[in-house]
């Protein structure tokens, strides 16, 4: 399943600089392809005009989705996330997944804040946060999450929220 989501990640990021639609019904069968030949498993990828490319797969371990780009936040994720934010990415599948947010509209520091007071009550939890050249990022790891504020200096601030069982 690990080599199947790295071939996943590697041709979305080769498709999704396709513009044409004849282009991108290509792009979209030789990735459904590739993926189907190496997992074994059945594949289903499309690209909207709106930038974003949803992967939908299934194999002998179960299945998942995949959208870069946008997409929205599962209804039933276990991590919050603030209102006003922008779902840059989402990966669900059995047992676990990842989504990342990016805010424009909210301080690093009120995130941190934000996630501080969410990981009180989730029994024990290491925290860890680093600063360099003006980046900075504070990560929650607990038993069945990862949760990662990150500022890059440049305006914005990223939420990835990842759980798993």
């Known amino acids: 399943m690990r080599r199947t989501t790295f ?12 513009c044409a639609k004849a282009a991108e019904q290509v792009a979209e069968q030789v990735a459904e392809h ?30 998942g989705t995949i959208t870069i780009g946008g997409g929205e936040i599962p209804e039933d994720f276990p991590v919050p996330f603030p209102d006003g934010g922008t779902v840059v990415q989402t990966m669900t599948g059995p047992g676990g997944g990842t989504v990342t947010v990016t805010y ?26 680093t600063s360099e050249g003006g980046q900075r990022s504070t990560s929650w790891i607990g ?23």
Do not use: H, P
């Open 104 to 129: 424009e509209d909210r301080s690093y520091d009120e995130l941190v804040a934000f996630y501080a007071d969410w990981v009180k009550d989730r029994g024990e939890v290491s925290k860890i946060q």
């Open 34 to 63: 590739a993926i189907e030949s190496e997992s074994g498993g059945d594949v289903d990828v499309n690209l909207g005009d709106d930038g974003q490319a949803t992967i939908e797969f299934s194999d002998d371990e179960g299945g």
């Open 143 to 165: 038993d069945q999450f990862l949760v990662v504020v990150a500022d890059t200096g440049e305006g914005t601030v990223s939420v990835t929220a990842t759980f798993g069982e």
């Open 7 to 18: 071939i996943i990640v590697v041709v979305v990021a080769l498709i999704t600089a396709g």
